[in-house]
Nanobody, 115 residues
Framework: QVQLVESGGGLVQPGGSLRLSCVVS????????MSWYRQVSGKQRELVAG???????NYADSVKGRFTISRDNAKNTVYLQMNSLKPEDTGVYYC?????????WGQGTQVTVSS
């Protein structure tokens, strides 16, 4: 089973920045479509950003122009650079690795945007 470990969450003021990282175990990272999701208590998990094996990206409308997803296949790592953070960006952010036949999730990292 693939293991995903997120890091980089924390408390930040509105307008601030954070960079999330997700390290994926194994040797197949370059074959995965990687995504970041977030979940607020009591709500469904929602897609924030995704990146294909070839580097194509997509974003939720709410984060376009503020968030950037990227990947480093040599380090088995996907990143989410979050700028101009807003209180509504608060939530638990999860990393997802998708491949033919299934997907795996990390344990999540808390992001809190508050003054």
């Amino acid at each position: 089973q693939v293991q995903l470990v997120e890091s980089g969450g924390g408390l930040v003021q509105p307008g601030g920045s954070l960079r999330l990282s997700c390290v994926v175990s194994g040797s197949m990272f370059s074959m995965y479509r990687m995504s970041w999701y977030r979940q607020v208590s009591g709500k469904q998990r929602e897609l924030v950003a995704g990146i294909t094996r070839g580097g194509d990206t997509n974003y939720a409308d709410s984060v376009k122009g503020r968030f950037t997803i990227s990947r480093d296949n040599a380090k088995n790592t996907v990143y989410l650079q979050m700028n101009s953070l807003k209180p509504e960006d608060t939530g638990v952010y999860y990393c997802n690795a998708a491949r033919c036949g299934g997907a795996d999730w990390g344990q999540g990292t808390q992001v809190t945007v508050s003054s």
